[in-house]
């Protein structure tokens, strides 16, 4: 099942252990906007999702996207990682 963004939020906030109290203090809303942000009535600003996610510790694209993200740079990282060693490796064996 996919999580919708404002499940994210949702997410990204309880996470933060951060009531929607708190949340609409920090960005001068009330708790109703931060709880229509979560159920996908409304959606926050770009700027909004940009302080969202740092007061979340999380990124931008992962509110957006979802983990999907994570694990394709994880991915693309992994294999990169993966290329440089084994290239090293190669490098290695053709000078012994």
């Known amino acids: 099942m996919t999580v919708s963004i404002g499940g994210r939020l949702k997410q ?6 951060m ?4 949340v609409a203090s920090e960005f ?3 708790r109703q906007t931060i709880s ?3 159920h996908d009535r409304t959606t926050p600003s770009l700027s909004e999702f940009r302080e969202l996610a740092t007061l979340y ?3 931008a694209d992962y509110l957006l996207y ?19 060693s084994t290239s090293e490796d190669a490098a290695d ?3 012994s």
Do not use: I
Request: hydrophobic share 30%; with cysteine; net charge neutral.
């Open 57 to 59: 510790g999380v990124s």
């Open 93 to 95: 064996s053709t000078l």
């Open 66 to 84: 979802g983990a999907k993200v994570r694990e394709v740079r994880d991915s693309l990282m992994s294999r990169l990682c993966g290329t440089v």
């Open 12 to 17: 990204a906030r309880q996470e933060a252990q």
């Open 19 to 22: 009531t929607q109290e708190e």
């Open 36 to 38: 229509s942000w979560e």
């Open 28 to 30: 001068k809303h009330t």
